[in-house]
């Protein structure tokens, strides 16, 4: 048959379909296609440098778009606290536990023993000042106060009602307060008292700075934390001390893991004490790597890692 006697029957058909007018109509289109598309084949092609793509948004360098989440200060204040310990791993290993965790709960119920005392605890990133006021007396200031400070402040028996008002403020101007309001025995408090969500930062454990102030109608201690944050000139083993995990929020698990082989555990910590934050002191002794995590009951997780930083090169003496 060939070749004519398969395309000649096609075209017959579709020119009695689509008449003759549409039908040469769409073949000159077709023509002109295959024309250009030869002559793109054909012709020789130049190359050209590639232009950059212009920047969706004009920003200079180092400005960050979109919302930037300023990190949280969180405030506790209660008229009572439970304060928690115990080991993260068993005691019994032979160079003593692996870690001791701390955790404290603050809470609006008297204490047991009837002092009439109030409670106090800040915790946040780079906190540059905090204020403390009770009732309308003199504001007590403190600048720089370190990683998180905490306090005690006892009210003398013949004072029914009273409140403590705290601001705090970091080095980048956010600023939040809170205040209690104590009349006998209740209490309640104003102010952002939300779970706080759980976050740990990577501390060097330090000394406590103590200071005992007064005013009228109380007396009390401040203890301030100047604990430097772990960076990458943290390095505890030049002091022989130890790393911190700084938790706040309602942690339940805590893990310890050591050169990423030697797990340990300490669970259940949401039923008792049920924490607001928990401190984990972690001596560092041979390990290479630290991690430590925390979970939450609700299934939030924050981690935290520490490598040993290489030993440093001693220069080489040609003899």
């Known amino acids: 048959m060939g070749i004519r006697g398969i395309v000649r029957p096609v075209l017959h058909r579709l020119v009695r379909r689509t008449g003759l007018r549409a039908f040469l109509g769409g073949l000159a289109a077709l023509t002109g296609v295959a024309v250009i598309t030869a002559g793109a084949v054909i012709a020789p092609r130049v190359v050209t440098a590639p232009q950059p793509p212009s920047p969706l948004f004009n920003l200079p360098d180092g400005q960050i778009y979109g919302p930037v989440l300023a990190p949280p200060i969180t405030i506790r204040l209660g008229q009572s606290v439970l304060n928690a310990t115990g080991s993260v791993g068993p005691q019994d290993e032979p160079q003593g536990s692996p ?83 104590v009349q006998g025995v209740d209490a309640h408090v104003e102010g952002d008292q939300v779970d706080p969500p759980l ?19 109380f007396r009390g201690k401040i203890y301030r934390h100047p604990w430097p944050v772990c960076e990458s000139n943290c390095d505890p083993t030049t002091q022989g001390g130890a790393l911190v995990a700084m938790i706040s929020g309602p942690a339940d698990t805590l893990a310890l893991i050591l050169d990423e082989t030697i797990p340990y555990f300490a669970t259940g910590l949401s039923y008792w004490p049920s924490p607001e934050f928990t401190i984990v002191a972690i001596p560092v002794r041979d390990s290479n790597i630290v991690e430590v995590a925390a979970l939450s009951e609700a299934g939030d997780l924050v981690l935290a890692r520490w490598d040993r930083p290489p030993a440093a090169q001693l220069p080489s003496i040609d003899t």
């Not at 009210?155 to 009602?161: F, I």
């Not at 060097?204 to 007064?214: F, K, M, N, Q």
Request: aromatic share 8%; no cysteine; charged share 25%.
């Open 199 to 217: 976050r740990m930062r990577l501390l060097r454990l330090a000394g406590t700075d103590t200071r005992e102030v007064s005013g009228v109608g």
């Open 99 to 181: 870690a001791i965790w701390e955790g404290h709960a603050l809470g609006l119920e008297p204490d047991s023993q009837g002092n009439r005392s109030l409670f106090f605890w800040v915790e946040g990133d780079r906190l540059d000042r905090i204020t403390l006021q009770v009732n309308d007396g003199d504001a007590i200031v403190e600048d720089r106060p370190g990683a998180y400070i905490s306090g005690e402040l006892s009210m003398v028996r013949w004072l029914q009602d009273y409140s403590l008002h705290v601001t705090a403020q970091d080095m980048s101007g956010i600023r939040t307060d809170a205040t209690i309001f």
